[in-house]
């Protein structure tokens, strides 16, 4: 546009010169220059005495006398002798109508941009949906799948190879895992049936034999230690097909239970027991109600009441605070000879006590990790502090 201009402000230079070598015969020539330089609004005409100047263009703000403001112009600047005399000559233009053009260009330039960006964008969503339509169906379906409940992932058709590739590893998958879980599951329901069978007919034996008036002290003894590994035998047995139905997630079932409740029948369960090492119970329970599954809920706080009784020392007092969706069990002890970190471990316990199996407070951890409940063990204070931190999903005004 620049370049238009210059085009268009160099011929009329031209035709200027032209015309004034035309009349410059007139001896009244130099008065036409002065009235013309008065008259003419975009070429001015002014004597110089610099005869080094020359041709140039250059842009100018002007100020317009009728519209009250700055406009812009291009001008150029060229010496010029007339009858032997030097003067300045300047045609100028206004750039006002290209920068008005220049501005609609730009905003259809713009405008041109946006739509296309948001065609394009559209067009790319549109098309990555359906592109995409099939991983994510196989997406959801693994999402809602239950190995449990649910039979084979049936993936949708597609054009795609590597789509259909993915579902056939994902069906593959998925049914190999499944056959595995029910074959763990078969295998636990038949070692729990298998295994009680004849531990109950050796505790049966054993108690026979007890009962037996011909045996010697050494011989009841004996038989006394071996009714004994019987019992824990059993118990570990217990546990530990216990720890494989959570960790199979066999407790599916749910409902709606009251701590306060389940704490208080196991509390008074277990104060007869308490009640032979002189040991006695300071609770404060409040209504917290969780859902989940009622047996592992008992097992959970059964395990932390036990697990406080055995190791807090004859005489001693177990507290237990319910409230704010927390559960706090603490009793007096002596500090730790393990790692704490290792409390949660399976066949990790404090002793050598026979009549522990190792696994009641893992089996504690697993059942709070199964619901995403928080538990936290702390020595303060001469205690042994447990606090577990429920999902509470209602709550009842304090009783």
Request: one cysteine or more.
């Amino acid at each position: 546009m620049y370049e238009e201009v210059d085009e268009s402000l160099a011929v009329q230079s031209e035709n200027f010169f032209k015309h004034i070598k035309t009349f410059e015969y007139l001896d009244d020539l130099e008065m036409d220059i002065g009235i013309w330089d008065q008259l003419s609004n975009d070429i001015t005409i002014t004597p110089t005495s610099d005869h080094a100047i020359e041709r140039h263009y250059s842009n100018v703000s002007l100020f317009d006398s009728v519209e009250h403001e700055l406009k812009p112009y291009r001008i150029l600047s060229t010496p010029v002798e007339i009858k032997g005399k030097h003067y300045l000559f300047a045609v100028r233009m206004s750039l006002v109508d290209n920068d008005d053009l220049v501005m609609v260009l730009a905003s259809v330039q713009v405008v041109i941009v946006v739509l296309l960006a948001v065609a394009m964008l559209f067009v790319n969503k549109r098309l990555s949906e359906r592109l995409w339509r099939p991983f994510y169906h196989t997406l959801n379906q693994l999402k809602a799948y239950e190995l449990d409940k649910s039979e084979s992932i049936q993936p949708a058709n597609t054009a795609i190879v590597e789509f259909n590739d993915l579902n056939k590893t994902v069906a593959h998958l998925t049914d190999r895992n499944r056959k595995v879980f029910l074959q763990q599951k078969e295998f636990i329901e038949n070692a729990s049936h298998e295994l009680q069978t004849p531990l109950a007919i050796f505790q049966s034996k054993l108690d026979v034999l007890m009962q037996n008036t011909t045996l010697n002290e050494d011989a009841a003894a004996t038989i006394g230690e071996l009714e004994e590994a019987t019992h824990r035998m059993m118990r570990l047995n217990r546990n530990l097909l216990l720890l494989s139905k959570i960790d199979n997630d066999q407790f599916t079932e749910s409902s709606n239970v009251d701590l306060s409740v389940v704490a208080s029948r196991i509390l008074d369960n277990l104060r007869s027991f308490a009640e032979v090492g002189g040991i006695t119970f300071n609770t404060s329970l409040f209504p917290v109600v969780v859902n989940a599954n009622s047996t592992l809920i008992e097992i959970l706080l059964s395990n932390l009441f036990q697990n406080a009784v055995r190791y807090s020392g004859n005489n001693g007092v177990v507290e237990v605070l319910l409230a704010n969706d927390v559960l706090t069990v603490s009793n007096m002890g002596q500090p730790l000879k393990m790692i704490s970190e290792t409390l949660f471990n399976r066949f990790s316990k404090e002793g050598v006590s026979e009549s522990s199996t190792g696994l009641g407070l893992a089996i504690v951890k697993r059942i709070c990790d199964f619901y995403g409940y928080n538990i936290r063990y702390s020595y303060v204070n001469g205690k042994h502090v447990f606090d577990v931190a429920f999902r509470q999903v209602e709550a009842s005004p304090v009783a």
